[in-house]
């Protein structure tokens, strides 16, 4: 006689702890599995769900929040260049330089990952945002 398969292996250790018991004490022991509704998964459903139960989120989600974050240091850095000298100037402009490339950069993993196209970010355009950051600071200028 052949060994047994992994199929029938697993088949026989699932009927022996359900035979012991072991699955009685389960959260929804009897009921249906709750439906998790994502309309972006489709065949990939089963494998966000198993994902999201290990604490982990899908490539592209980790890609998203990363460029949330680089946003957020844009932005904070737009704000304290409306508070600033312009001897901070150059400080403020490699520091936006290096937010807005990393910024695009998470953006170009978002973009080629997510499964579809609602998902993408649009890509920030260095020269417009030092030209938000030089006005900022020449409107801070201008007041004082």
Same mark, same amino acid.
């Given at each position: 006689?052949?060994?047994?398969?992994?199929?029938?292996?697993?088949?026989?250790?699932?009927?022996?702890?359900?035979?012991?018991?072991?699955? #009685?004490?389960?959260?929804?022991?009897?009921?249906? &599995?709750?439906?998790?509704?994502?309309?972006?998964?489709?065949?990939?459903?089963?494998?966000?769900?198993?994902?999201?139960?290990?604490?982990?989120?899908?490539?592209?989600?980790?890609?998203?929040?990363?460029?949330?974050?680089?946003?957020?240091?844009?932005?904070?850095?737009?704000?304290?260049?409306?508070?600033?000298?312009?001897?901070?100037?150059?400080?403020?402009?490699?520091?936006?330089?290096?937010?807005?490339?990393?910024?695009?950069?998470?953006?170009?993993?978002?973009?080629?990952?997510?499964?579809?196209?609602? #998902?993408?970010?649009?890509? &920030?355009?260095?020269?417009?945002?030092?030209?938000?950051?030089?006005?900022?600071?020449?409107?801070?200028?201008?007041?004082?």
């Amino acid at each position: 006689m052949a060994a047994p398969g992994w199929e029938g292996i697993a088949e026989r250790l699932i009927r022996e702890a359900q035979e012991r018991g072991e699955f #009685q004490d389960l959260p929804l022991h009897g009921k249906p &599995l709750p439906r998790r509704e994502n309309p972006y998964a489709r065949e990939m459903a089963l494998a966000y769900d198993l994902l999201q139960d290990a604490g982990v989120s899908p490539p592209w989600i980790e890609a998203d929040k990363e460029a949330r974050s680089w946003l957020d240091r844009r932005d904070a850095l737009l704000a304290t260049a409306r508070n600033t000298t312009p001897a901070m100037r150059r400080t403020l402009e490699r520091d936006l330089t290096i937010a807005v490339n990393r910024y695009n950069a998470a953006v170009e993993r978002v973009n080629a990952e997510a499964p579809t196209p609602r #998902q993408h970010r649009v890509r &920030l355009v260095l020269r417009g945002e030092l030209e938000t950051l030089h006005r900022a600071i020449d409107d801070h200028r201008d007041r004082n």
